[in-house]
């Protein structure tokens, strides 16, 4: 077994970027986000939120989704059904692994932030490790708990979600 290690640049500036444990999602000072994919290590657009006055933040990656989200198949005990609608939605969903629990609510108030436009700051920001695949498996898993959650007996629920631009976000 031969192992070999290779300097983890940035493939837009060839700067050297900070890496934590099992990290496979990362933030580069020139602005650009990254991630390892087919090609291995690829560049993808990041923003950040501004970081609180008069603290240093921790911060905390996120992918955020511009999606077409369709709810239909949608029917209750009474045998009512919904029209299916497609609509755009922005979701803001963790990088790195969060507990179920508080994921719903996480996905929920990030998401209802307005849209990142601040560079990235010049401190390290360690990167995730979940794909933007699985965050796209956990906003539409966050539109089906939004579903459920209405005041009416579901009986038959089917959500498509289909993704029309990713990037990485900075959370302070």
Request: net charge negative; proline share 8%; with cysteine.
């Amino acid at each position: 077994m031969s192992v070999s290690l290779s300097r983890l640049s940035c493939p837009s500036c060839e700067a050297l970027l900070s890496a934590g444990p099992g990290d496979t999602l990362f933030f580069c000072k020139c602005g650009r986000g990254c991630f390892f994919g087919e090609r291995g290590l690829e560049a993808i657009d990041a923003a950040a939120y501004p970081a609180p006055e008069n603290r240093a933040p921790a911060w905390e990656p996120a992918w955020e989704l511009i999606a077409d989200v369709t709810v239909s198949a949608r029917r209750n005990t009474s045998g009512s059904s919904a029209t299916p609608a497609a609509v755009r939605r922005r979701f803001l969903v963790p990088a790195r692994p969060v507990e179920l629990n508080s994921l719903l609510a996480k996905i929920r108030s990030w998401s209802e932030m307005p849209a990142a436009q601040a560079a990235l700051p010049e401190a390290p920001i360690h990167g995730g490790d979940l794909s933007s695949e699985e965050a796209a498996a956990l906003a539409r898993y966050a539109v089906f708990a939004e579903q459920v959650a209405l005041p009416d007996s579901l009986t038959e629920l089917a959500v498509e979600l289909t993704v029309v631009s990713v990037r990485l976000i900075a959370i302070p």
